[in-house]
């Protein structure tokens, strides 16, 4: 079974029609001969009968009974049997005597046999079968009545005879043309084969049914292992796929093949969108509650449209992945820049120890001593949010290494932040603002950057301001928007990052700015 399973599609298919052609030839064959046989046979008997009537209705024949005419009876006979296809004729009177054109042993076995009692008897015209030797004959018999104007007498008997094996051969030979057009029959059935395969491997591409099974079971492997969603849906808009992880991020349940879309999403968006004729990418939909980013690819018949692969991810998946990748950037950043910091600081005092300097030695730390208490009260009692906590203990570390003024505001207050305040937007609004405060003092002599937070009230504020040159006028009016910088290429997406988040979470930003500086104030409601 293992062997038959791997051979080609297209032998078996052949080998299936021949086999049905022969088998159907072979049935064919086998019931025209049977019925050809028994027409033969019917029309040997009613020929028999019929001739033997006939012939015992012939006055020649009726006196040939009692004279010695051999010449002209035998003349009757041989012209019969040529006629009829008979084997012979067999005529006997009452008185025993037998005329024949037959065999002297066939004669004789038929008379003795007395295949014409009766005839004789009963005057009765009928058709028997006689085995002779094995072989088998047929005569139809048929009385000689005699009309002597006051009464009839049977004078005699006419038998005409038949070799069934000769009506056999007759019936046989008609098997020629049979084989004839089985033959062509067998032929066009395998051109047919021939034609058949080849337009199924074209729509199979060539493939075996069971390199179709194998791909199928490995494909069904694959969609069910992947963690996006995926579905298939014809050009109708009914689902022909659907594996579990598109089943768990849309929240579906049950059985869904075959099943519209119209009956499985209460969204209309979702429809149009994996119903679109154009390829969409990276849309962004809610749905149930979550953020899904949708991409769809329309496979085409040439120009005809016959379906759809929609894939979903969740977006909030890909978020949880972002902030886990940002925090840890975020303290390496920071390790980084600690470490910097201190080991130049290391080197300082190595350097004034080596100088013998051990009171300015002792001044230094106690100056980096201060600066490190007062900067860690501020954040750690009077901010207790961690994630700001890690953003502006990075931000200090990059101050210092940069040499530049960053001071956190002792009146800062920061309680835990709400849940909705993910470490991703945080770090988007708090990072731009104070790195872009960096870069505008980092040019000018005594350039301070100063950090505000508080959430007294119904909102959170944050509160980036410098001693900068303040922003060009040039630039006010675009300044939120993607690539509004005169910095440079790539360059001018923080504030429209800024921007973003803040739509994102509900809140706003206002700025002031003058060759004195600028201020930037962000306002995020807690409700």
Do not use: C, W
């Amino acid at each position: 079974m293992k062997r038959l399973a791997n051979v080609r599609l297209k032998v078996k298919i052949l080998g299936l029609i021949i086999l049905l052609v022969l088998l159907i030839v072979s049935l064919l064959t086998v019931t025209y001969t049977v019925i050809d046989y028994k027409k033969e046979m019917k029309n040997a008997e009613n020929s028999a009968i019929q001739t033997a009537r006939t012939l015992s209705y012939m006055p020649s024949i009726q006196e040939s009974m009692f004279s010695n005419k051999d010449k002209e009876r035998m003349y009757i006979f041989e012209h019969v049997t040529g006629e009829t296809g008979a084997t012979g004729i067999l005529l006997e009177n009452k008185n025993g005597q037998v005329y024949s054109n037959l065999s002297q042993s066939i004669s004789d076995e038929l008379v003795k046999g007395r295949s014409s009692y009766k005839a004789f008897v009963f005057e009765s015209a009928y058709v028997r079968n006689v085995t002779i030797k094995d072989k088998t004959y047929l005569l139809g018999i048929a009385p000689i009545i005699l009309d002597y104007e006051t009464y009839r007498k049977v004078e005699g008997t006419v038998a005409v005879v038949f070799d069934k094996d000769e009506i056999k051969k007759r019936a046989i030979s008609g098997l020629e043309n049979i084989v004839i057009v089985s033959i062509v029959v067998l032929i066009a059935g395998i051109f047919g084969g021939v034609m058949l395969t080849k337009n199924i491997q074209k729509d199979t591409l060539g493939l075996e049914p069971f390199e179709i099974t194998s791909l199928y079971k490995r494909r069904n492997a694959i969609l069910q292992s992947i963690k996006e969603g995926v579905i298939a849906v014809d050009s109708t808009g009914y689902i022909t796929m659907m594996n579990s992880s598109a089943e768990q991020i849309l929240g579906i349940k049950g059985i869904k093949k075959g099943v519209p879309l119209n009956k499985l999403f209460t969204s209309q968006d979702i429809i149009d969108i994996i119903m679109s004729p154009k390829q969409m990418n990276d849309v962004e939909i809610q749905y149930n509650g979550r953020t899904i980013i949708v991409n769809t690819m329309p496979f085409l018949d040439g120009d005809n449209k016959i379906g759809t692969v929609t894939s979903f991810r969740d977006k909030t998946e890909i978020k949880n992945m972002i902030n886990t990748i940002s925090e840890v950037k975020q303290y390496s950043e920071d390790l980084r820049a600690q470490t910097h910091e201190f080991t130049n600081k290391l080197y300082v005092l190595l350097g004034l120890l080596q100088l013998g300097k051990n009171k300015d030695a002792i001044h230094f730390i106690q100056d980096i001593t201060q600066i490190q208490e007062l900067n860690s009260d501020i954040i750690f009692n009077h901010i207790q949010d961690e994630k700001v906590q890690a953003i502006l203990l990075g931000k200090l570390a990059k101050a210092s290494e940069n040499k530049l003024e960053f001071v956190i505001d002792s009146n800062s207050s920061l309680e835990k932040l709400p849940t909705k305040f993910e470490l991703v937007p945080l770090l988007v609004i708090i990072s731009n603002l104070i790195d872009n405060a960096f870069e505008a003092v980092s040019n000018i002599m005594k350039g301070k950057v100063t950090f505000f937070t508080t959430d007294i009230g119904n909102d959170i504020i944050f509160e980036v301001s410098d001693n900068g040159m303040g922003i060009k006028d040039e630039v006010l009016p675009h300044l939120f928007e993607k690539g509004s910088s005169i910095k440079g290429i790539k360059r001018g997406f923080g504030l429209a990052n800024v921007k973003h988040e803040l739509d994102q979470l509900g809140g706003f930003i206002e700025f002031e700015t003058s060759k004195d500086g600028t201020v930037f104030t962000v306002f995020l409601p807690k409700d």
